[in-house]
């Protein structure tokens, strides 16, 4: 039996009074330039200037989304009154140099996932931040993530009850030509990947006890270094015990990205539509059931908003309302971000050691 909810489900990034803050980009490769720039155009945020290391980039970049102003430096675009914001889409072993750059010029910035790969630079990045009083966010989007986002607002609602058991499972292809770099890596699919649903579930279920990880590579991912392979378990005070499993060289069965949050008191079955074919992707679906609707009633709400481009709308609506009531960041505050890179190292920590690892041990 199929019902409607009888109430609307909140999932929608919020915006503040003021979304006219000017944007300067630095870094105007891949992601800049199928998530960022469409997610600002819909909501019709300022973009004014960009820079890339790459200056044939960052020129074809502006002309192609017309952007007003292109820099040959940082310090040029740093220096530009009309920047308010800065966005840097960088690889995360360059965040820390343009960090200590923005704040010298006390400008407001959006972080790039993964804050940094090495947890010691991400506390100082972090750190910069608080000294230099300016506010500092992280493009940590799958929070906004249309499935994610209503299964915050439907676990608040009290819909499933308390929660005993949720899973991320992700069997896919992922198109790793998109980025040469990171085959090298050595630490890949946690640092890069997880990483989105391991925060993704801290923002749903808080923080975790215990990180269990096991990590494996695929026989055939040629010249690509780290594990392409990883389960993650997760293990809370409350006995809500948390799977995240994702394949990223399912190159001949159907590809599947779920989510499935169960509680004493119902249901959350959902897809994460972007993982179906990345970058493209397509809406999420939902279905959810719950004693409140009683037994055997399903309700499947149509979510309209995508991971790409609606999600990146929220991390810097999210800042932009921070600046406004200078406040910090909601749900996305970098500060906030060390945790969960506590259990993307806890992960790593617990797969190297053959063990269980609390995240405290992370400092
Ligand atoms: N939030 C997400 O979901 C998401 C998705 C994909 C990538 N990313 C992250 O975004 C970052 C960029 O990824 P991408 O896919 O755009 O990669 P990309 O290789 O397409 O682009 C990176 C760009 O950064 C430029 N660059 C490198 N060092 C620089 C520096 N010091 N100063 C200025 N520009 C510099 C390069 O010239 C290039 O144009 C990475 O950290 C990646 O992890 C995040």
């Known amino acids: 039996m199929s019902a409607k909810l009888p109430f609307e ?55 192609q989304h017309h952007i007003p102003k292109v820099y040959e430096s940082i310090d040029d675009l740093l220096a530009d009154p009309k920047v308010e914001i800065v966005d840097i889409a960088v690889p995360p072993w360059e965040q820390l140099a343009i960090v200590e750059k923005v704040v010298a010029a006390k400008k407001h910035m959006l972080c790039q996932k993964p804050l940094s790969d090495t947890f010691s630079q991400a506390v100082k990045i972090v750190e910069l931040a608080k000294q230099a009083g300016v506010k500092q966010a992280i493009n940590q989007q ?15 609602r009290g819909i499933i009850g308390q929660p005993t058991d949720a899973q991320i499972q ?28 391991l925060d993704a579930l801290r923002y749903l279920f808080g923080d975790p006890e215990w990180v269990t990880s096991r990590h494996a590579r695929y026989a055939n991912q040629g010249a690509v270094k780290g594990e392409t392979k990883t389960i993650t378990v ?41 993982m179906y074919n990345y970058p493209t992707g397509r809406p999420d679906t939902l279905e959810i059931t719950s004693k409140q609707f009683g037994k055997g009633v399903k309700i499947t709400p149509t979510l309209d908003d995508m991971w790409i481009p609606d999600a990146f709308v929220g991390t810097m609506a999210s800042l932009m309302r921070a600046i406004e009531t200078n406040s910090e960041p909601a749900d996305n505050s970098t500060a906030d971000n060390l945790n969960t890179l506590r259990i993307v190292n806890a992960a790593y920590l617990s797969a190297a050691e053959n063990r269980s690892v609390r995240p405290s041990e992370i400092q």
């Open 142 to 156: 799958m929070r906004w993530d249309a499935g994610i986002r209503a299964s915050k607002d439907l676990i608040n």
């Open 170 to 197: 992700v069997s896919v292809a992922t198109p790793w030509h998109m980025w040469p770099w990171l085959a090298a890596v050595p630490r890949l699919e946690i640092t890069f990947h997880s990483l989105h649903y």
């Open 9 to 63: 489900i909140d999932y929608k990034p919020h915006f503040g009074a003021k979304t006219d803050y000017g944007i300067g980009f630095i870094g105007t490769g891949g992601i800049v330039q199928y998530a960022h720039i469409p997610a600002y155009r819909k909501a019709n945020f300022n973009i004014v200037a960009c820079y890339d290391i790459n200056a044939e980039t960052a020129k074809n970049v502006a002309a």
């Open 234 to 274: 997760l293990d809370y005070a409350s006995g809500l015990q948390i799977l995240v499993s994702v394949n990223h060289y399912n190159e001949y069965a159907d590809p599947f990205a779920t989510f499935r949050f169960i509680g004493t008191e119902g249901a959350i079955d959902g897809t994460i539509g972007l």
